[in-house]
C-alpha cells in the first residue's frame, strides 16, 4: 500500500509524459501560437466558421489539453453570412492565424487576428483568467494577417503580421 502511494506520488511529480501518441489531439487545430505562463502552456488555433472562435487550451506536459474557453464568443458580428441566413454563408472566412497574449501591465489576455481578410479584431478577457468573459476591444481596418504577437522586457507589445497589400482572397 505504501509503496502504491510512493510511486503515485512519483509519477504525480514527473508528471510530463514521456510517450504518448502522436497526434495528441486528434483533430484539426490549425496554426496554433502557443504560450507558457507559470508552467502552464496555452493553446490557441484557428477555427475560421465556426462560432464560438478561437478556442483556448491548457495543457501541464503539452501532450495532455483541455478547452478552456474561446477568445472570440460569437462571430455573428462578422457579417450576415455567419447566421446563414438563405443564400449566405461565411464557409472558411472568420478566425484564422491569430494570437494571444497575457498583459500582465493589465492584467489580462489579449487575442487579436484578421477576420474576413479585411479587418483584424482584438478582443480582450475581463481578468487574468482566461475563462472569464472575452469581448471585442478594437478593430482596425486592416488585415494583420498569419499575425504574432510579442512583448518585449518592459511590457511594450509588438504584433507581427503579413502584409497582403492588395492582394485578397475574394
Ligand atoms: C503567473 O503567476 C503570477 C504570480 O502568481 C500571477 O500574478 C500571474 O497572473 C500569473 N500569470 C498567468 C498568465 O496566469
Request: glycine share 8%; with cysteine; aromatic share 18%.
Amino acid at each position: 500500500m505504501r509503496l502504491v502511494s510512493l510511486l503515485a506520488g512519483a509519477l504525480a511529480l514527473f508528471s510530463c509524459a514521456s510517450a504518448f501518441v502522436n497526434p495528441p489531439i486528434y483533430e484539426d487545430l490549425a496554426d496554433v501560437d502557443l504560450r507558457r505562463y507559470n508552467d502552464t502552456y496555452y493553446l490557441s488555433t484557428s477555427t475560421m466558421h465556426f462560432s464560438p472562435g478561437a478556442p483556448i487550451l491548457r495543457s501541464f506536459d503539452l501532450v495532455n489539453w483541455q478547452y478552456i474557453g474561446h477568445s472570440v464568443p460569437q462571430l455573428a458580428q462578422f457579417g450576415t453570412g455567419y447566421t446563414l441566413p438563405p443564400g449566405q454563408n461565411a464557409y472558411i472566412e472568420g478566425v484564422w492565424a491569430s494570437w494571444l497574449i497575457f498583459v500582465p501591465a493589465q492584467n489580462k489576455w489579449f487575442w487579436g487576428g484578421c477576420i474576413n481578410f479585411f479587418q483584424t479584431h482584438i478582443f480582450s478577457s475581463a481578468g487574468p483568467d482566461p475563462t472569464s468573459a472575452w469581448t471585442q476591444i478594437s478593430v482596425i481596418n486592416a488585415c494583420y494577417y498569419d499575425s504574432g504577437a510579442f512583448m518585449d522586457d518592459d511590457g511594450t507589445v509588438y504584433v507581427s503580421f503579413k502584409d497582403l497589400g492588395t492582394n485578397t482572397f475574394q
